[in-house]
């Protein structure tokens, strides 16, 4: 993500070519960067046609998007057909009171047709809100009957537990899938698709029929808890014990009739059946759809048809863990709300990158310019979507996506929200130094959160930290998103922090408290030659100590106490506390900018959760976060006129 701090060039419609490229932009560090010419022509050549030649002449738009009360021009006389299947005839422009939802917009005569999206004017947000909970890398929250990774049972578990706790709410890593072999990509927000789960996630015992399958569950149960011993989480040996355990699982529950199962399959359609699909086909042929045979590189190919037909069973059985993990993720999130988080992008080798070829910018990367922190620039390996492509697809894959993220969630966690507004392109193999920002659709894609939000009874947040525009913040503030903050980032005290935010201490990709405090982050940094900034790092230290009036030496347990105590004078919508700090973990999840010099995402918490469950650093936390809401009156939240 993008760290840096500083001024910002707010684009302006004569900054941007007709392709969305931004000419010129201002740097964190004061500095004008223009976009290179051969910049440019990379990114046009990578989008194709340009979006003019898309429409063709057309005078009907793809996709109209229109807030509550808005009465747009339409092209011709023509006739709308609701959501509901119910019709009505349109003359001039669009009727002011239509229905929140998507509709289609037909000409009476000719075949001009445009998508209408109606969209509330805010996502969701109670002004009164002041709720806490827990922030938690699954993968890491192992209980004693785990199988080597944190599961949907754990999930449950830690969501009863946050609760009894006084916490509200309860925020996780991204949970989305990789691709389907045993050397797994360990990334979150690497995933082969933004909208389906993880079966590494499954609690593979809660199963329907695990326990008439013939599995030798003694020695399975006992496999698995041997993982548990290493702090590494080893997703190899983890797939290799639940996909077979599955798989036989599988050949049982096929022979039965599950209405639930098939109102899934229906439920989800042709994304679900898709992605199964992939999934057979990269067992078969690598993960890379990019070097499959031509016959299956289209998703709607004969070829792809055909070989779906003949390994049904095997498609079958990737939509069945989906629904799994469905009921599994829906019975934790019965117990306390929880808090999704959407990737920036997806794999380019992976399903969605297949689904969605023809929308992808083909050989791009998105990632962030060079800064004072990253002087070589960031490149992130994840393919953008062509904005005009986008568009013109009716916004069907950010639905999609988005709809997904908030599927039994109470809240979600937009990564890097300026992608909504803009996105730093990386050409063809070009350094990211050679890069450019595009702009995207940013009015509709947060009409488009604002109602998915509404009918999922989510609050929305969006990560801005760093190097972010005014306006993005200014837009995120009047869709009433929450902002977000980090005492790590902020001089000022906590009691100053905006009301409409999410509040937290540090993130995954910062050190924990206890990391910084005792000096163990930079350490780490400074034995595996990471470039860190141990000044910086150290007027943080400075800071708490000064905020706590503790002593340097003091004990981190103590430290940690005292400087969550201080973090719930924040009146925020919501805070969050992780539970890396809850047992005092020296390691962060992720150590941005390696690739081997650190086991991102990979390191499990160092003690289960049933001691997690009796520990007393955890209660204090509690006990702060859980007194804020009766220590500081209400603000509202109303987004500005």
């Known amino acids: 993500m993008d760290v840096g701090t500083g001024p910002q060039l707010a684009p302006r419609d004569d900054n941007v070519d007709p392709w969305g490229v931004v000419n010129e932009y201002v740097d964190n560090g004061g500095h004008l960067r223009v976009t290179l010419p051969e910049t440019r022509q990379a990114l046009h050549a990578a989008m194709g046609e340009s979006p003019s030649q898309l429409l063709d002449g057309n005078a009907w738009p793809p996709v109209i998007v229109v807030r509550t009360g808005q009465s747009p021009h339409v092209p011709a006389a023509s006739e709308l057909t609701l959501e509901d299947g119910t019709t009505r005839p349109i003359r001039g422009s669009l009727p002011n009171d239509l229905p929140l939802g998507y509709h289609e917009l037909r000409a009476i005569e000719g075949d001009g047709r445009t998508r209408v999206i109606v969209c509330p004017h805010a996502c969701l947000l109670d002004p009164e809100m002041r709720i806490w909970g827990w922030s938690a890398q699954l993968y890491a929250a192992r209980s004693k009957r785990s199988w080597g990774i944190g599961d949907m049972a754990d999930l449950r578990r830690l969501a009863r537990w946050s609760k009894q706790l006084g916490a509200e709410t309860l925020m996780v890593n991204p949970l989305t899938a990789s691709a389907p072999f045993p050397v797994h990509e360990a990334s979150p927000y690497y995933p082969t698709t933004r909208r389906f789960r993880n079966p590494l996630y499954l609690c593979v015992e809660e199963v329907p029929g695990a326990a008439e399958s013939g599995l030798d569950w003694t020695d399975l149960a006992a496999a698995g808890q041997r993982l548990n011993e290493d702090r590494r989480i080893d997703r190899k040996q983890v797939f290799e014990l639940k996909i077979p355990a599955l798989t036989k699982i599988w050949h049982r529950f096929r022979e039965t009739q599950n209405a639930a199962f098939e109102d899934y399959c229906r439920e989800q359609g042709d994304a679900l059946r898709q992605y199964a699909t992939y999934c057979v086909l990269a067992e078969q042929f690598g993960g890379d759809w990019r070097q499959w045979d031509s016959e299956y590189e289209r998703h709607d190919g004969a070829a792809v048809r055909k070989f779906a037909g003949e390994r049904g069973e095997r498609v079958r059985f990737h939509q069945w863990l989906q629904w799994l993990l469905d009921v599994q993720f829906a019975r934790a999130a019965d117990e306390i709300p929880i ?303």
């Open 339 to 641: 808090v999704q988080d959407l990737p920036i992008g997806f794999d380019p080798s992976g399903a969605d990158a297949w689904v969605w070829q023809d929308l992808v910018a083909s050989g791009v990367s998105v990632g962030a310019p060079p800064d004072q922190f990253n002087i070589e620039g960031q490149n992130w390996q994840l393919s953008p979507l062509i904005p005009h492509r986008l568009r013109a697809a009716g916004y069907q894959p950010f639905i999609e996506t988005v709809r997904a993220s908030v599927r039994h969630a109470g809240g979600l966690l937009i990564d890097h929200v300026m992608g909504l507004h803009r996105l730093f392109w990386i050409p063809p193999g070009a350094h990211a130094s050679q890069g450019a920002y595009v702009r995207c659709p940013f009015d509709d894609l947060l009409g488009i959160l604002a109602l998915e939000s509404h009918r999922a009874g989510a609050w929305m947040a969006g990560e801005d930290l760093g190097t972010v525009p005014d306006e993005v913040r200014h837009g995120v503030e009047h869709h009433r998103m929450l902002s977000y903050r980090l005492l790590m980032f902020e001089d000022g005290s906590p009691a100053d922090f905006p009301v409409q935010a999410l509040a937290a201490l540090s993130t995954h990709d910062l050190p924990t408290a206890t990391g910084l405090w005792s000096g163990a982050d930079v350490a780490a940094c400074r034995e595996r030659g990471i470039p860190t900034d141990e000044a910086g790092w150290g007027a943080i230290r400075r800071r708490w100590a000064d905020a706590t009036g503790l002593a340097h030496d003091a004990p981190v347990e103590e430290v940690i106490e005292r400087i969550y105590a201080y973090l719930a004078q924040a009146p925020s919508a919501v805070m969050v506390a992780s539970l890396n700090d809850a047992l005092a973990v020296e390691e962060r999840p992720n150590m941005p900018g390696t690739v081997s010099e650190w086991p991102n995402w990979s390191i499990g918490l160092p003690r289960s959760i049933e001691y997690l469950e009796s520990a007393s650093l955890p209660k204090s936390i509690a006990r702060s976060l859980s007194a804020r809401g009766r220590s500081h009156p209400s603000k509202s939240c109303d987004a500005p006129p």
